[in-house]
């Protein structure tokens, strides 16, 4: 390719020649070459290292982050681009789930009613807090679950959910002691339900159990309360 300009190479990229200016300036991007009368001239380098900033600055790095890690023998074009492709294949993911629970939200609203106020914030909610404490990756392996499952063992287990925590308030209200075999059994069907959604993935528990201690809304609606956990923790563990 030809010498570029700086104008021309604002112009192409879409960066501003106030931009380039900035990064020559802080010795992030100099140009290679200058004319005799002081003009920036980039070359072939010069773009592929504006590529490697413009893709670190896209995945939040600082300036000076950048730097560091544009010396960086191991971050080359190719590493970097790979890392970003990640980055996309993440949103696009996270955009294509949020795609479907708002299809079926517009399911709704074609209704003659609509859909009730508080329907749509619970929706809002949802979104907000699986987005919060799920990675792409559980979030598919849970959708996954969920058609390994099948529909009607999804029901059946909204079903068992209330009548076991039911059960497991009484036993601590009667003073039920977490080492008892009675306990013990309790925990046994909670973690049966809790592996038949997670899969028995270690993380999506982990998740889970994030849901439960920092949605307060979750914990009200469910009835699952964090002594309730620690009860069942202790009941499992024997102790």
């Known amino acids: ?40 001239l980039y070359d072939r380098g010069d773009v592929e290292r504006l590529t490697r900033i413009l893709l670190l600055r896209r995945l939040g790095l600082s300036l000076d982050e950048i730097r560091s890690s544009l010396d960086d023998p191991g971050l080359s074009l190719a590493r970097t681009v790979k890392i970003q492709i990640g980055r996309l294949r993440e949103e696009i993911e996270g955009s294509t789930r949020l795609l479907r629970r708002l299809e079926a939200l517009s399911a709704h609203t074609r209704d003659a009613q609509g859909v009730p106020a508080e329907d749509l914030m619970e929706t809002l909610e ?54 008892s ?13 809790v592996e038949e959604f997670t ?13 439960f201690r920092d949605e307060p809304k979750t914990r009200e609606r469910s009835g699952i309360e964090p002594a309730m956990m620690e009860w069942i923790g202790k009941a499992r563990s024997g102790s």
């Open 1 to 40: 390719m030809h010498l570029l300009k700086v104008g021309e190479l604002a112009r192409r990229t879409g960066l501003t020649v106030r931009t380039l200016h900035h990064y020559d300036a802080i010795g992030l991007l100099p140009p290679s070459r200058r004319t005799e009368a002081g003009y920036r």
């Open 126 to 179: 949802m979104i907000t807090m699986y987005e919060k404490h799920f990675t792409p990756e559980q979030l598919r392996q849970i959708e996954e679950r969920g058609r390994e499952v099948g529909a009607a063992r999804i029901a059946e287990v909204e079903q068992e959910w209330p009548k076991l925590i039911a059960e497991v308030r009484s036993a601590m209200e009667h003073g039920v002691e977490p080492t």
């Open 181 to 193: 075999q009675e306990a013990q059994a309790l925990a046994a069907r909670w973690m049966g339900l």
């Open 199 to 211: 899969g028995g993935d270690v993380g999506i528990a982990r998740s889970v159990s994030n849901v």
